[in-house]
Structures are given as structure tokens and as C-alpha cells.
């Protein structure tokens, strides 16, 4: 709350004037980054390929935002943790997230972009968002990281992982 009332400018008494509770900032700024993320999406869907579409994605969200974001964003999501609210809150910006890359990647694999695999998208979005989350996480947490340094070899894993789909697996789930 002090962080935020000083980026405002604001007391926390005239902060709590706009806003009943924290729970209704945080969902104004999760209202925010869940607008900012259905543009940078449907700019995405824009692209003239998936994989230039997808960079220019990840360069903004993991590169390009200011680093008191990413520290914000941690400060959330450690919250959703200890508040069924805040958890609410967080859940439906993760939700549309989660929804706008699986159609990303479905269209893309329509366009033979890339290999559709046999059980859908689920776990490879898990496995995207996860390397995100931990870029996210890095950012916030060391302030010597520099994202720019290792965001070829993020993209680099995320092709890789969309070409091994069509890869035969194991029943213990190992590539073949």
C-alpha cells in the first residue's frame, strides 16, 4: 500500500477514497495489465507470423515493461496466495491469458505454423507460461537481470517445444 500511495502521490486515506478496500485497487490494476494483455494479443494475432507475433509479445512483457511492474506483479501474486479475492482476481486475468495463447497457437497450428499435438494446448501453455512466470519472477526479485540477455534462448526453448509435439511419446510421457 505505501509503494502505491507514493507512486500516486496520495495519502492512504485519500487513496482509500477512490478505492474501498485494497482489493479494489489491485482489481483496477488487474483490470489494467488484463487490457493491456488483450491488446498486445490481438496485435499479436496481427503479426505476419506466429513466431514474430509471439517475440514482439514476449519482448514487451518480459523486456520492454518498467521493472517496478514486475515487482508490483510479485507483490500480487504473493497476495492471491494469503486472499481468496485477490486470488479470484488474479485467476481471471491468468484465465484470459491462458485463453488468448491457446487460440494463438491454434490458429497457428491451422496455418501449419506449427504442429498441433494430439491432447491440445494445455501443456504447452502451462510450460510457456511457467518460463514466463520465472523471467517475471527473475525481474523482480535481481535487479542485476537483464531479460534482453536471455529472451533468443526463451524463444529458442518455445520453438523447440512446439516442434517435439508431433514427436512420438512414451506412455510415462519421454519422447521417443
Not at 89 to 111: G, S
Not at 155 to 173: D, E, I, K, N, P
Request: proline content about 5%; hydrophobic content about 45%.
Amino acid at each position: 500500500m505505501q509503494e502505491i500511495c507514493n507512486e500516486a502521490g496520495m495519502s492512504p486515506g485519500n487513496v482509500y477514497r477512490y478505492f474501498p478496500s485494497k482489493e479494489a485497487i489491485i482489481a483496477g490494476i488487474a483490470e489494467n495489465d488484463r487490457a493491456d494483455v488483450m491488446e498486445k494479443f490481438a496485435a499479436m494475432a496481427q503479426a505476419p507470423d506466429f513466431f514474430t507475433g509471439l517475440e514482439s509479445l514476449a519482448r514487451y512483457h518480459l523486456v520492454e515493461r518498467p521493472d517496478e511492474e514486475f515487482a508490483l506483479c510479485a507483490e500480487i501474486m504473493a497476495e492471491s496466495r494469503r486472499n481468496p479475492e485477490v486470488a479470484r482476481i488474479y485467476q481471471q486475468v491468468e484465465d484470459a491469458v491462458r485463453e488468448r495463447l491457446i487460440a494463438a497457437l491454434q490458429r497457428a497450428a491451422e496455418t501449419g505454423e506449427i504442429a498441433a499435438p494430439a491432447n491440445g494446448f494445455d501443456e504447452v501453455v502451462t510450460i510457456m507460461t511457467a518460463l514466463a512466470d520465472g523471467l517475471c519472477w527473475r525481474r523482480a526479485v535481481d535487479p542485476g537481470f537483464d531479460p534482453q540477455t536471455v529472451l533468443g534462448t526463451v524463444l529458442a526453448t518455445v520453438r523447440c517445444l512446439l516442434r517435439v509435439q508431433g514427436a512420438a511419446r512414451t506412455a510415462g510421457g519421454e519422447l521417443q
